[in-house]
């Protein structure tokens, strides 16, 4: 029997791909929107929410990223930035979520007149309030757009920002055309500060993208990489050989921060029962399961899991052991990590 959705609630669980300005309440987006006169496709909160559902069920990933428009227009002003950053970590904490990583674009939020110093700032403050009670540990990462130019500035603000709740960088946006190694010059100057960061790769574009990621540009972790099966060959037995790519990414341990939902709307699965998860959980790949964008796609932590519970068959053991992986793979420090497992998720599996 599958297990209950109310149970993958009470279990701990650790979230390293989620996007800032992809998780907001469709109520915020509303009284937000109509505090700054900007116009929504859909007036009423209530049909908001499925607007946005719908529209990034478009099976591309160019058209999902389009509706962030109506997002990033709102989230313009420290309070604005300061409430949804609140938010959204009161809305994790309530899903369960123990550890997250929320990332976002601070170049994308400077068009009212803020800097990129103000905005991580205002981020940071809604995060500290909402996680002061505790609970729940929040890191920020910050993400360069990759069809911009501005990601060296982005990897310098996250340095800067290092020991203020930023705990690494991205990037992000339309992945064909604009390959990782653009931004060389980012990834090179975060590995000689010792820093920490991961890549959009293999999601809407597949293998070189990946290898570009890892031989090129150093990530730490890989955003989706789905398309890391494009280099593995199942048997009709069920044995499976594994490319040079795919064995490093495995040899190595290199997490794969897996969104299912979201690869479904932009047509990197089929479906939640074909996702790639399946296979790369059963090889023995770093899996962690991630929400990606909870408005657009209409997801949250316990609903992934879930989900792929229904899908696979999974139960406790497989969901402890995706939030072990994440937590192993979160970029705080190593002592923090163990303490996250030892003392919190650990006991909270125990609990069952
Ligand atoms: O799945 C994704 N793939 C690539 N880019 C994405 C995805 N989800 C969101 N963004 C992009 O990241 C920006 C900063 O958060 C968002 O504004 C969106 O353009
Ligand atoms: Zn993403």
Excluded at 192 to 212: C, D, K
Excluded at 317 to 345: C, E, G, H, Y
Aim: hydrophobic residues 45%.
């Amino acid at each position: 029997m599958t297990l209950g959705i109310d149970v993958v609630r009470a279990a701990p669980k650790v979230l390293l791909h989620d996007h800032l300005d992809g998780g907001l309440r469709p109520q915020t987006i509303a009284e937000l929107a109509a505090g700054i006169g900007h116009e929504l496709p859909v007036a009423d909160p209530a049909g908001l929410g499925g607007w946005f559902a719908e529209a990034a069920d478009s099976g591309s990933l160019e058209r999902y990223l389009e509706t962030f428009e109506h997002t990033v227009a709102v989230m313009q002003s420290a309070e604005a930035l300061t409430r949804v950053a609140r938010e959204c970590v009161e809305d994790l904490a309530a899903d369960g979520v123990v550890y997250a990583e929320i990332r976002y674009a601070p170049e994308q939020h400077v068009s009212a007149g803020l800097t990129l110093d103000e905005v991580v700032a205002a981020v940071q403050q809604g995060f500290d309030e909402a996680s002061a009670s505790g609970g729940i540990v929040v890191r920020q990462l910050l993400t360069a757009m990759r069809h911009q130019a501005r990601s060296r500035e982005i990897a310098e603000l996250a340095v800067a920002w290092r020991d203020r709740g930023v705990a690494g960088f991205d990037i992000a946006g339309a992945e064909a055309g604009n390959p990782p190694t653009r931004h060389l010059d980012a990834f090179e100057y975060l590995q000689r500060e010792n820093a920490h960061f991961t890549i959009h790769a293999g999601e809407a574009f597949g293998l070189p993208s990946i290898w570009q990621a890892l031989q090129w540009c150093g990530a730490d972790r890989l955003g989706h990489g789905v398309r890391i099966v494009d280099d593995i060959t199942v048997h009709p037995d069920g044995t499976a050989e594994l490319g040079r790519l795919a064995a490093y990414v495995r040899d190595k341990r290199i997490p794969l921060e897996m969104c299912p939902a979201s690869n479904v709307q932009t047509g990197a699965a089929d479906s939640i029962a074909e996702h790639p998860i399946g296979l790369l959980t059963r090889l023995g790949f770093r899996v962690t399961v991630n929400t990606d964008n909870r408005l657009m796609s209409n997801t949250s932590m316990s609903k992934e899991m879930h989900a792929l519970c229904e899908a696979f068959d999974y139960g406790l053991a497989d969901l402890r052991w995706f939030t072990i992986n994440a937590m192993k793979s979160a970029f705080l420090p190593f002592d923090q990590r163990l303490a996250l497992i030892n003392d919190v998720i650990k006991p909270g599996y125990d609990k069952f």
